[in-house]
């Protein structure tokens, strides 16, 4: 994906401070793309994953995701051995290739009522990156409303000059998409998962984007709708339905 922007303004703070979250985005979103090597598993010890993310997290929640990380990337050998390397990517087959432990990474799953993929989300979703003159590399291998894309989607609207008003549009993605149904997943993926290393990257991708969001309300003065509110918000269009027409033999068809 890719979006054009102007500079950031240097005596913007709130740009340059949001550039700075949309990099964390772009991090998590890495760490789901695919099952890790060994090269960046030390990256992360090297950097002391997830010190270096630019958003304290400081909720019950982001504390406890947090200090899970950061235990496992500390705890990660220097030279993992095979078989450490080959569970990791049966646990990443389990959770986004195969579905195995059923947490699919796309919100069609989650809000279709028949729990299947490719469904109106992933249109809404692709909708939105049309906006910005963005599309999913190859949807047929990840679609739209994959949670990769959308990690990277508000990570995108979060760089270059951001105002209020792009501001809006990233809170207004976030509750329409991506947190209607992001910790459902995450939640699905700790519980399920065989390995404590996707299941601290799980934890600690829902617990950032709950309080980016929060952090943005702060920023907008505007609370966030609740789960109610979103779901009514959501809802399709009703159709008109067609008025009856009676039928009596010998006279047709009366309105």
Not at 62 to 78: F, H, N, Q, W, Y
Request: charged share 25%.
């Amino acid at each position: 994906m890719t979006i054009q922007h102007r500079p950031v303004n240097p005596d913007n703070p709130l740009s340059t401070f949001f550039n700075v979250l949309a990099e964390d985005l772009q991090m998590l979103a890495t760490l789901h793309i695919r099952e890790p090597d060994g090269d960046f598993l030390q990256i992360l010890k090297d950097e002391r994953f997830p010190s270096g993310l630019g958003l304290r997290l400081t909720s019950e929640l982001g504390l406890k995701a947090s200090d899970a990380a950061t235990r496992v990337i500390a705890m990660l050998p220097e030279a993992p051995d095979q078989k450490a390397m080959d569970e990791l990517a049966a646990d990443y087959a389990g959770i986004y290739l195969n579905h195995s432990i059923q947490a699919s990474p796309e919100e069609s799953v989650w809000i279709d009522e028949e729990n299947l993929t490719y469904q109106d989300s992933m249109f809404q979703v692709r909708e939105w990156y049309g906006r910005y003159g963005m599309s999913a590399p190859n949807w047929r291998i990840r679609p739209d409303d994959h949670l990769v894309l959308q990690l990277e989607f508000v990570g995108l609207l979060l760089t270059g000059e951001v105002g209020h008003q792009r501001l809006q549009e990233v809170a207004r993605f976030m509750d329409e998409h991506l947190l209607r149904w992001l910790m459902d997943f995450t939640e699905r993926v700790a519980a399920k998962c065989d390995t404590d290393y996707f299941a601290s990257v799980a934890m600690l991708t829902g617990a950032y984007c709950e309080e980016l969001r929060d952090l943005i309300a702060d920023v907008l003065n505007q609370p966030r709708p609740t789960k109610e509110e979103i779901d009514e918000r959501m809802k399709p269009n009703p159709r008109e339905d067609p008025v009856p027409v009676a039928f009596v033999p010998g006279v047709g068809p009366a309105v």
